[in-house]
């Protein structure tokens, strides 16, 4: 079927149909389109102990994710999809994380189901609500609109989560960057500490 054409105005583009393999026991997308990396250098200001940070860019810059994305346009109506890699890893005592952001489009919400690995998605609000829901393999997610998200890896492998978010939802990093998360992710003696 074609896709409807408004009179006097050229016919969209219609999208085709594609299919990809993404494999689920090892969390790997076949044919990203693109993927971005982000290093510890990628962290500044997002770690509580910012010289535990600074080492460990002078020990190698490690990669702390990859995020594995196909190209969707970022429209209403299509559904973005990737596969998020958070390797495992301290920062001082604290687990590796992704950024965080809220949705520009703030009342879009988001699935991530976890594929791989252990740690926690932190959510928050604007007025600093705060929960913390773990992450495990077959385990998902649903952050709801107006949640700020961002995934933890509290194991020793790396935690691969496949997530699905409206077109329009788009990435709000700098609330995020100022505000901070209420509560952070620690191993202390051995064990998880979530303060
Ligand atoms: C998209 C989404 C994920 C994250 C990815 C990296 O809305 O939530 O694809 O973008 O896990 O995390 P950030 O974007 O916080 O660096
Ligand atoms: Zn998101």
């Known amino acids: 079927m074609a896709a409807k054409k408004a009179a006097g105005t050229a016919a969209p583009q219609l999208m085709m149909p594609w299919s990809i393999d993404i494999d689920l ?15 510890a250098s990628d962290m500044k200001g997002y770690y509580k102990d910012e010289a535990a940070l600074q080492r460990l860019i002078a020990q190698g810059d490690p990669v702390h994710y990859e995020v594995f994305e196909k190209h969707i346009p970022e429209q209403p109506g299509q559904l973005p999809l990737c596969i998020s890699k958070l390797y495992p890893g301290r920062v001082g005592e604290e687990c590796f994380m992704t950024k965080g952001h809220y949705h ?18 932190v959510l928050k609000t604007a007025d600093s609500k705060c ?8 385990r998902m997610v649903y952050v709801p609109p107006h949640w700020a998200h961002r995934s933890v ?3 020793a492998e790396p935690l691969i989560s496949f997530c699905v978010y409206p077109g329009d939802a788009g990435h709000n990093y700098g609330d995020i960057a100022t505000e901070g998360f209420p509560k952070r992710v620690f191993i202390r003696g051995g064990k998880e500490v979530i303060e």
């Open 104 to 121: 520009t489009v703030s009342g879009t919400a988001e699935i991530y189901l976890c594929i791989r690995g252990q740690g926690y998605m």
């Open 153 to 155: 890896n509290t194991g």
């Open 131 to 138: 929960v913390a829901e773990p992450m495990k393999r077959n």
């Open 25 to 39: 026991v090892d969390g790997v997308m076949r044919e990203p389109d693109r993927v971005l990396v982000r290093r």
